[in-house]
Structures are given as C-alpha cells and as structure tokens.
C-alpha cells in the first residue's frame, strides 16, 4: 500500500514562493504518473499539475507559468514549486498517482495572504 505525506506549506504573502514535496512509500511510484491536487475551502479537490515517470508534465491554465512540478524517482518524491503566489491558490495540497487516485495523505496546508 502506497502511503503519501505531503509538507511545505505555509502562509505566505501574495508573489510569494513556496515549495512542497511529498514523499511516498511504495514501489508503485516509480512507475506511476504523479500529481498534486488542492482542495479550497467549499470546493471540489482539482488537479493542478501532473508529471509521468518520465518527466512530461501537464498544468491547469490556473497555474501554468506559475507553478513547476518534479520529482525524484530515486528518492520516491514529487515536488511543486509555486511562485508568484495568489489568494485563490490558497488550499489543502495533496499529492496522489493520476488518473487514479490511491489512499489520500493528510495534505499541507498553503495560505496566501497579506
């Protein structure tokens, strides 16, 4: 069973940057197409970008430009750099296989704000 901790969020003012990472248990990951995922208060969870096992990677117009997802296959972690943040990014981050999602993790919490 796949296990997924995500953490580096915070509160951070409009333009800022964060970096969240998500470490995963689990062979399954190596081989399986990633993406983080946000949840904003009273809203359906989105994906916001994706990454294959070989690196191609896909973005919501949302946070195209913006946002740049990676991952480390030998260490079993996926990555999201997000700079020039804004309040509608605030949300609940999650990382899970794409297009099917596998047990949730807890998320990280990220809130943009002055």
């Known amino acids: 069973q796949v296990q997924l901790v995500e953490s580096g969020g915070g509160l951070v003012q409009p333009g800022g940057s964060l970096r969240l990472s998500c470490a995963a248990s689990?062979?399954?990951?190596?081989?399986?197409?990633m993406g983080w995922y946000r949840q904003a208060s009273g809203k359906q969870r989105e994906l916001v970008a994706r990454?294959?096992?070989?690196?191609?990677?896909n973005y919501a117009d949302s946070v195209k430009g913006r946002f740049t997802i990676s991952r480390d296959n030998a260490k079993n972690t996926v990555y999201l750099q997000m700079n020039s943040l804004r309040p509608e990014d605030t949300a609940v981050y999650y990382c899970?296989?794409?297009?099917?999602?596998?047990?949730w993790g807890q998320g990280t919490q990220v809130t943009v704000s002055s």
């Open positions: 990454i294959s096992n070989g690196g191609s990677t």
């Open positions: 689990g062979r399954l990951f190596s081989i399986a197409t």
């Open positions: 899970n296989a794409w297009p099917l999602p596998l047990s």
